[in-house]
């Protein structure tokens, strides 16, 4: 893993807005959101794998804004070709493609050679559709294997999950893509409110997780699972809407906060 870029933009500022807090809280760093791409694709573009990346944070804090400029980037960088979004979330569509309810829906009506390959499976609410995490993984992961480098993202990974760290289905395609993908060129991402409720291959297997602002049980609970310093949980508690810090598999805490831009 590369190491984060030097050259700050911004000067080092105290993290935390109470006294005590601050007490607590490291010097922390700025970095851009550009910085933090690198270090996401670092691996992969060093390796020419696959990438593993998750986000955390609580609901309105930018983890979606984000996964759309890793996506983007992924597609820029060619670290995939391809992309599948699960994006059922909102009554609307989030993300930018082309839009079909489920695998069935793409299979009759699959993409011309002309279109953006970016796939976002949205269900059908109006019809009570919904698109199902399984399905779209294990054919985003056929699809992979059959030699188009491709990127799976989960957008609320719990759609995927039954209970706290539980695949709704037994040797889940996600699960696997996550475990196995990256060498078989098929990249994930995943992004929830809820990180008591991911599995801990995610956690185990990301090289990179975006966190966003945390508080409470799910902030404590993160900490202690990703092993992350006491002033990190300080930082995280206090982060505004468009920043966060990243876990790296490989390396300790870069004490730096990214974002807003
Ligand atoms: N860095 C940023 N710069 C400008 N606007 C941002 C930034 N991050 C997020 N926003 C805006 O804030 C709003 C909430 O962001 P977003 O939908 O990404 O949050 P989220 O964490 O995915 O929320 P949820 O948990 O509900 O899915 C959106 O309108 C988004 O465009
Ligand atoms: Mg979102």
Redesign the pocket.
């Known amino acids: 893993m590369a190491a984060p870029k030097k050259s700050p933009q911004v000067p080092p500022v105290a993290a935390g807005s109470a006294p005590r807090d601050s007490a607590r809280a490291a010097r922390v760093k700025r970095g851009t959101r550009a910085q933090a791409l690198e270090i996401i694709f670092a691996t992969a573009v060093l390796e020419k794998e696959g990438f593993r990346h998750g986000v955390l944070?609580i609901?309105?804090?930018?983890?979606?804004?984000h996964l759309k400029e890793v996506t983007t980037e992924a597609l820029q960088l060619g670290i995939c070709e391809w992309v599948f979004i699960h994006d059922c979330?909102r009554a609307e569509v989030q993300y930018e493609g082309n839009v079909r309810a489920d695998v069935a829906d793409l299979a009759s009506r699959p993409l011309a050679a002309e279109d953006e390959p970016i796939v976002v499976f949205h269900g059908d609410p109006a019809n009570g559709v919904r698109a199902d995490v399984e399905e779209c993984s294990a054919f985003a992961l056929k699809h992979g294997r059959a030699g188009n480098p491709t990127l799976m993202e989960v957008d609320e990974l719990t759609h995927g999950l039954k209970s706290p760290r539980t695949w709704a289905v037994p040797n889940s395609s996600y699960g696997e893509i996550i475990r196995e993908g990256s060498s078989q060129k098929v990249s994930s991402a995943w992004t929830t409110?809820f990180p008591q409720w991911v599995p801990s291959e995610c956690l185990d297997f990301s090289e990179t997780i975006a966190i966003?602002q945390l508080n409470g049980r799910s902030l404590s609970y993160i900490v202690e699972m990703l092993r992350l310093p006491p002033e990190a949980e300080a930082v995280i508690k206090n982060l505004k809407?468009?920043e966060f810090i990243l876990y790296t598999m490989h390396g300790d805490w870069d004490q730096t906060i990214y974002?807003?831009?």
Do not use: E, L, N, S
């Open positions: 944070g609901p309105r804090r930018g983890k979606t804004y979330k409110q966003f809407k468009g974002g807003p831009r």
